[in-house]
């Protein structure tokens, strides 16, 4: 999974739109995206937008913990205590003992 970001210009402003994807490999070896949530609009004139939520589980305390998502290129409000940047870029997925990166390649 991944995060996207959609960005539109109107009026002379930039708007940007995020959704969660996440990649497919179906049998034929094609590989297809699909949005797996549609997260809005984030911009400069409604920072309460900004403010999504990712749900981290601790392996060791066995619990869920709710952080806030904010993206790369933008730094985290001040007043924000329990926050987090991703940089997709050098996003890690493991699954079944198989390592790959945000963009599917394998890393062995």
Same mark, same amino acid.
Not at 36 to 56: F, P
């Given at each position: 999974?991944?995060?996207?970001?959609?960005?539109?210009?109107?009026?002379?402003?930039?708007?940007?739109?995020?959704?969660?994807?996440?990649?497919? #490999?179906?049998? @034929?070896?094609?590989? =297809?995206?699909?949005?797996?949530?549609?997260?809005?609009?984030?911009? /400069?004139?409604?920072?309460?937008?900004?403010?999504?939520?990712?749900?981290?589980? /601790?392996?060791?305390?066995? #619990?869920?913990?709710?952080?806030?998502?904010?993206?790369?290129?933008?730094?985290?409000?001040? /007043?924000?205590?329990?926050?987090?940047? =991703?940089?997709? @870029?050098?996003?890690?997925?493991?699954?079944?003992?198989?390592?790959?990166?945000?963009?599917?390649?394998?890393?062995?």
């Amino acid at each position: 999974m991944f995060l996207r970001c959609h960005r539109r210009n109107k009026d002379g402003k930039e708007y940007r739109y995020y959704s969660v994807e996440e990649c497919r #490999r179906l049998s @034929s070896g094609r590989v =297809v995206q699909r949005r797996v949530q549609y997260l809005g609009e984030i911009n /400069d004139s409604q920072q309460a937008a900004w403010r999504k939520t990712l749900e981290v589980f /601790d392996e060791q305390q066995q #619990r869920s913990t709710t952080l806030s998502l904010f993206a790369e290129d933008r730094p985290a409000p001040a /007043d924000v205590i329990d926050s987090i940047q =991703v940089k997709l @870029s050098e996003m890690q997925m493991r699954v079944h003992g198989r390592t790959a990166t945000a963009g599917g390649e394998p890393i062995d």
